[in-house]
């Protein structure tokens, strides 16, 4: 049985979430949106086909990181098999999607599933979130933002997705992965997460499916968090969730949950437990010799959830889009390692923020940038716009200020 604890925020409460992902400079001009429908192995033949190129650069460049940091062939092997014999059990139309994306990417199928088994831990996965609610924003809205951080090098997409049993959706991920990173759907839900670590885990779903899941699954904010607490999880996240007029915060772990419900409140998140009743789950350590040590994330959790916390509360009743974006382009100390927009090498990896979403459920409407923050172009994408607009794809800060802060709100 699934443990649940709840917990009321509000008034002006600012939690901050770390990200997990870097990305290089030609990340944003190499972008592509994918426009999938159909089956799972429809969408799965489209999607290795229209982004063949990006998935193989990812596992080819997934699997040098997996061998630097320790995995040998055989564990990768071994947890590729991991995935497959769960899903055998648990979801055949996934290993359907699977194969069908190995054949139409043309890479291999044991190699693809690895990527998907291990992606958040090898990637080094983490976010900064924030959830702003009511009288924290200007005109009393509700909006949810993730700053994604993570190796430099992944190739990220955009993804427009009609399944054939599921809710329409538009999301940001790594071009191989089933799962979504943040995304918005057909009915204004959007979802999102930041990595948790725990020592309670399991057999499950991963993190970044989950969000596709709920996405495909949930017409508002309710039915997505009793779809995340219901749902096989494997280990630790928090998933922010917001729709036109309410949010929450749900922090898990394999057995046990904890729900932070967002009115009239701006919180953030990074990377560990703030919910009392799930500090116990914790995972974070203080010992240098870890080697989670080698994520930006898991170094900077506390830092960026100050910095979060007081650009909030310094906008409080003034938040929108604009501002909200404003904060994940942060580079506030000396140290970028500790910058909401980071930027870092450690162990020689570069690793920091790679991509951002941020959401309004009343406009079914996902602001995004791929790359650097601070100088990608932030651009509107309403669930039914399946295409780029310019000048995503130019990277130039000039023309993101011209061209599209406009549109932000």
């Not at 995340?228 to 917001?242: E, P």
């Amino acid at each position: 049985m699934r443990k649940l604890f709840s917990i009321l925020c509000i008034g002006v409460i600012s939690f901050v979430t770390m990200a997990t992902g870097v990305a290089s400079a030609s990340t944003s001009e190499s972008s592509q949106t994918l426009n999938l429908s159909g089956t799972p192995s429809e969408i799965g033949e489209q999607y290795g086909e229209l982004a063949k190129s990006a998935i193989q650069e990812n596992l080819t460049l997934f699997k040098k990181t997996a061998n630097l940091i320790g995995y040998s062939e055989e564990e990768l092997i071994e947890a590729g098999t991991e995935l497959e014999t769960y899903l055998l059990k648990q979801d055949k139309d996934l290993i359907e999607q699977y194969k069908a994306m190995a054949e139409g990417s043309d890479v291999s199928y044991i190699d693809l599933l690895a990527f998907n088994q291990l992606e958040e831990t090898v990637l080094g996965d983490g976010c900064t979130t924030i959830l702003a609610d009511g009288k924290a924003t200007k005109k009393g809205a509700t909006y949810y933002h993730k700053t994604r951080d993570a190796s430099r090098g992944y190739k990220q997409v955009v993804v427009q997705v009609q399944p054939e049993d599921g809710h329409k959706f538009i999301g940001i991920t790594s071009a191989g992965s089933s799962g979504i990173a943040m995304g918005i759907n057909e009915h204004g839900v959007s979802v999102g997460n930041n990595v948790l670590s725990t020592w309670d885990t399991g057999s499950g779903y991963g993190n970044l499916t989950i969000i596709r899941m709920a996405l495909e699954n949930a017409s508002n904010t309710q039915e997505a968090v009793g779809y995340v607490a219901d749902i096989d999880r494997k280990s630790g996240s928090v998933y922010g969730i917001a729709d036109e007029t309410e949010a929450a915060f749900v922090e898990t772990t394999y057995s046990a949950y904890g729900v932070i419900w967002v009115e009239d409140a701006a919180v953030a998140h990074t990377n560990h437990f703030i919910h009392p009743d799930m500090l116990g789950y914790e995972g974070l350590s203080d010992d240098p010799d870890d080697e989670r040590w080698n994520w930006s994330w898991y170094i900077s959790t506390e830092e960026r959830l100050e910095r979060a916390k007081e650009l909030l509360e310094k906008d409080f009743g003034k938040l929108d889009i604009q501002r909200i974006i404003n904060i994940s382009e942060d580079q506030n100390g000396e140290d970028p390692t500790l910058w909401i927009d980071a930027q870092a090498v450690i162990n020689d990896r570069a690793m920091g923020s790679v991509s951002t979403g941020t959401f309004d459920g009343s406009k079914l409407r996902m602001w995004s940038q791929l790359g650097q923050p601070s100088v990608a172009p932030a651009i509107p994408f309403d669930v039914d716009r399946p295409l780029i607009p310019m000048p995503f794809n130019s990277g130039k800060q000039s023309d993101r200020i011209e061209k599209t802060s406009s549109n932000r709100n």
